[in-house]
């Protein structure tokens, strides 16, 4: 749910999915520990808050990733090695610089806070400079199922769409020219046909109203009060 989320909102954004998981993924997953954090600091329990963040981070990265490297070799990008590993590095030092003194005051807090809100503009900062194309390829290379996300006239213009004969156009008595989805089921000895393009506002009125037991006299009664 929180991949779907996140790619939903990456959508909408018009940002990387990689931004997502750089920010909302990561957040999200470390929900647990800022949870521990929290209920720690207001228990004055320090030492438990920092020792959580400080086990997780290296369980994370000697179990896991080692973990994950040891079923399949990971490739990294050229940006992990100069960018996201560095900054790593670098937070885990600041922390030890700022607890040198055994307390991690409020003024070592806003900075570790305003850091990370650095962090992530430049991760969008840096990702918004990429195409679809792009990640498109990155994933392909790296043999990673991945469709690009179409807004509606996107959707309409994609030729594969039009191939497949899921848009169509047609006369409409009103409308004139217009387009239309087609039918996804194709069948080779019946082939589904559009038979008539979509309604107008009312056209149906009568037939379905009838339908439901409305007569001749309540439909007049409806038309004088403006219902229909």
Same mark, same amino acid.
């Given at each position: 749910?929180?991949?779907? =989320?996140?790619?939903?909102?990456?959508?909408?954004?018009?940002?990387?999915?990689?931004?997502?998981?750089?920010?909302?993924?990561?957040?999200?997953?470390?929900?647990?520990?800022? &949870?521990?954090?929290?209920?720690?600091?207001?228990?004055?329990?320090?030492?438990? &808050?920092?020792?959580?963040?400080?086990?997780?981070?290296?369980?994370?990265?000697?179990?896991?990733? =080692?973990?994950?490297?040891?079923?399949?070799?990971?490739?990294?990008?050229?940006?992990?090695?100069?960018?996201?590993?560095?900054?790593?590095?670098?937070?885990?030092?600041?922390?030890?610089?700022?607890?040198?003194?055994?307390?991690?005051?409020?003024?070592? =807090?806003?900075?570790?806070?305003?850091?990370?809100?650095?962090?992530?503009?430049?991760?969008?900062?840096?990702?918004?400079?990429?195409?679809?194309?792009?990640?498109?390829?990155?994933?392909?290379?790296?043999?990673?199922?991945?469709?690009?996300?179409?807004?509606?006239?996107?959707?309409? &213009?994609?030729?594969?769409?039009?191939?497949?004969?899921?848009?169509?156009?047609?006369?409409?008595?009103?409308?004139?020219?217009?387009?239309?989805?087609?039918?996804?089921?194709?069948?080779?000895?019946?082939?589904?046909?559009?038979?008539?393009?979509?309604?107008?506002?009312?056209?149906?009125?009568?037939?379905?109203?009838?339908?439901? =037991?409305?007569?001749?006299?309540?439909?007049?009664?409806?038309?004088?009060?403006?219902?229909?």
């Amino acid at each position: 749910m929180l991949l779907h =989320g996140g790619s939903r909102l990456a959508a909408r954004l018009h940002i990387s999915p990689l931004v997502i998981g750089l920010t909302v993924v990561s957040i999200g997953t470390s929900t647990p520990e800022l &949870a521990v954090g929290i209920e720690a600091a207001l228990q004055d329990a320090g030492s438990l &808050a920092v020792g959580n963040i400080a086990g997780t981070n290296t369980v994370n990265i000697l179990l896991i990733l =080692g973990l994950s490297a040891l079923l399949r070799p990971l490739a990294l990008h050229l940006r992990t090695l100069r960018f996201d590993l560095p900054v790593m590095t670098a937070a885990a030092a600041a922390l030890l610089v700022m607890a040198w003194d055994g307390v991690l005051s409020r003024l070592d =807090g806003a900075v570790l806070v305003g850091a990370a809100l650095i962090f992530t503009a430049v991760v969008i900062r840096l990702t918004r400079r990429e195409s679809r194309a792009h990640w498109l390829a990155k994933c392909e290379a790296e043999g990673i199922p991945a469709g690009p996300i179409y807004d509606v006239a996107e959707a309409l &213009a994609d030729p594969h769409a039009r191939a497949r004969g899921m848009v169509q156009e047609y006369e409409h008595p009103q409308a004139g020219r217009t387009r239309a989805l087609g039918n996804p089921v194709k069948l080779s000895r019946s082939p589904a046909r559009l038979r008539k393009g979509s309604p107008v506002l009312g056209e149906d009125n009568e037939t379905l109203l009838g339908e439901l =037991g409305y007569g001749p006299a309540d439909l007049a009664r409806l038309r004088g009060k403006a219902v229909i």
